[in-house]
């Protein structure tokens, strides 16, 4: 009797294991959603994302240019990418397109990227006990209707989220934004003035005015106000 009753506790358990999982696969086939249990919530879109890519009214292809044989310290950064490539399509409802290349396997993959401004790097990769430079590609293509933008070379993976919506906002928001910008004497030489327009440029044109400021200009910036020149000052 004892037996049986070990018998039949065994067979309640394994059909409750069965429900559970059938409980399961109904629930993920009629209910999408997506945990995010990664620490710092690294997948997580932000609502400004989410709401550019459910609002997108046509079809936006990323290509992305990574090689296959990447050294261990960037593989990072290529899975970092996949995964919120797939929480962008996810999103998108359609809308979002990905596609992976590696341009070190094919010739006139190796010729798109150069066109497209997307440069072949150097990486060490480790070989049989020696550090051996090769060719590698970690850039992105972002293509809609007939325009492009790119992130030449992912450097980290910190940033990524940045990057590529503030790219596929660029592409998508129609009339483009134009900030000017009007420079002291010998500011155009800083660093920061570099870092500024390297940054404003993700999100906007950037045109650095002499003395007539074009109708088109949404904002004007000055720097260096002290060392304008009177033609300068008068354009303001």
Request: hydrophobic share 40%; aromatic share 8%; glycine share 4%.
């Amino acid at each position: 009797m004892k037996g049986k009753n070990i018998r039949a506790k065994n067979w309640f358990f394994v059909i409750y294991i069965l429900a559970a999982f059938l409980l399961i696969n109904i629930i993920s086939t009629n209910w999408h959603a997506r945990l995010d249990l990664t620490e710092n919530k690294r997948y997580t879109l932000s609502s400004s994302t989410k709401e550019i890519l459910k609002n997108l009214d046509d079809i936006v292809i990323v290509k992305v240019f990574f090689s296959e044989n990447l050294p261990p310290y960037l593989l990072p950064i290529k899975e970092q990418l996949k995964d919120l490539l797939e929480e962008y399509k996810s999103y998108a409802h359609g809308k979002i397109q990905v596609e992976f290349f590696d341009p070190t396997k094919d010739k006139k993959l190796e010729q798109q990227a150069f066109r497209l401004g997307i440069p072949a790097i150097q990486v060490n990769v480790y070989e049989k006990d020696e550090i051996k430079a090769v060719r590698g590609y970690l850039g992105v293509a972002i293509f809609y209707e007939d325009k492009v933008e790119k992130i030449p070379v992912v450097k980290e993976a910190s940033n990524l989220e940045y990057l590529l919506t503030s790219k596929i906002l660029k592409l998508t928001a129609g009339k483009q934004r134009v900030v000017g910008i009007i420079l002291g004497k010998g500011e155009s030489k800083l660093e920061d003035f570099k870092v500024l327009k390297d940054t404003l440029s993700n999100e906007m044109t950037v045109r650095v005015i002499d003395s007539i400021i074009p109708p088109s200009t949404n904002c004007l910036m000055v720097i260096g106000l002290d060392s304008l020149r009177e033609s300068q000052k008068k354009a303001i």
